[in-house]
């Protein structure tokens, strides 16, 4: 089965320019998220996506990222205009939908897209 | 914030078991605790997750006190391909997301 894929692996451009990043989830799995690691920081939060509904974007740092995921399948985070700040690896994740007993299921991270803002 | 606490690098030999300890004194009853690596370069790994009782799967042992203040990660066999940053995390009982610490930077050493 194949795990969470990531497009590009890698992105440069230039401050100003947009950049979109695309994730293929997990088949069947409802659950996606994206997560990113800026230079010496912590992994951290973006969004969260159930299916093709915002369940919680309290991480995006502001309105420059837009992220969908349209069907319900793959997603992509478009950054517009990029900013040198927003240079960081960006990571996606999914995973299946809590059970009854609300057990979280383990999340399957992507390899990321390493982002470089000039 | 993460509500955990690590140390933050630690180190083991090749073939020995590492335990990485991690205290999360403010869990809550709701809680599980998970455990992910992130090895370089790459994307972070899910090992194992327990709520009270201790785990075991093919990857680790996750041993967990019984007032749930601290675990211990187990890698019973360390290989050179076991450095990696090891991530403690505690989750609500729902698809929460993943709130990342500082971690644990592992080294096994030849």
């Known amino acids: 089965e194949a795990g969470v894929t990531q497009f590009p692996s890698h992105s440069v451009i230039e401050k100003g320019q947009t950049v979109t990043l695309r994730c293929d989830p997990i088949?069947?799995?409802?659950?996606l998220y994206w997560y990113r690691r800026v230079m010496g920081k912590e992994i951290k939060f973006l969004l969260h996506?159930?299916?093709?509904?915002?369940?919680?974007e309290s991480g995006m740092p502001n309105n420059r990222f837009l992220a969908e995921r349209t069907g319900g399948t793959y997603s992509t985070l478009k950054v517009q205009p990029a900013e040198l700040e927003d240079s960081g690896v960006y990571f996606c994740?999914?995973?299946?939908?809590?059970?009854?007993?609300?057990?979280?299921?383990?999340?399957?991270f992507g390899p990321g897209t390493r982002l470089t803002v000039t | 914030d993460a509500k955990t606490t690590q140390p933050p690098s630690m180190d083991c030999a090749e073939g020995r078991a590492a335990n990485l300890p991690c205290n999360h004194s403010?869990?809550?009853?709701?809680?599980?605790v998970y455990w992910y690596r992130q090895i370089h370069s790459q994307g972070p790994q899910y090992i194992i997750h327990?709520?009270?009782n201790n785990e075991t799967n093919e990857m680790a042992s996750l041993i967990i006190t019984e007032d749930r203040k601290s675990s211990t990660l187990i890698l019973p066999h360390a290989t050179l391909r076991d450095t990696a940053v090891y991530y403690c995390i505690v989750r609500v009982a729902r698809d929460d997301k993943i709130i990342f610490g500082k971690g644990t930077r592992l080294h096994i050493l030849p």
């Open positions: 327990g709520l009270k």
């Open positions: 088949s069947g799995h409802d659950n």
């Open positions: 994740a999914s995973s299946q939908l809590g059970g009854l007993a609300g057990l979280p299921y383990e999340q399957y």
């Open positions: 996506f159930v299916k093709e509904s915002k369940q919680d």
């Open positions: 403010t869990i809550s009853g709701n809680e599980y």
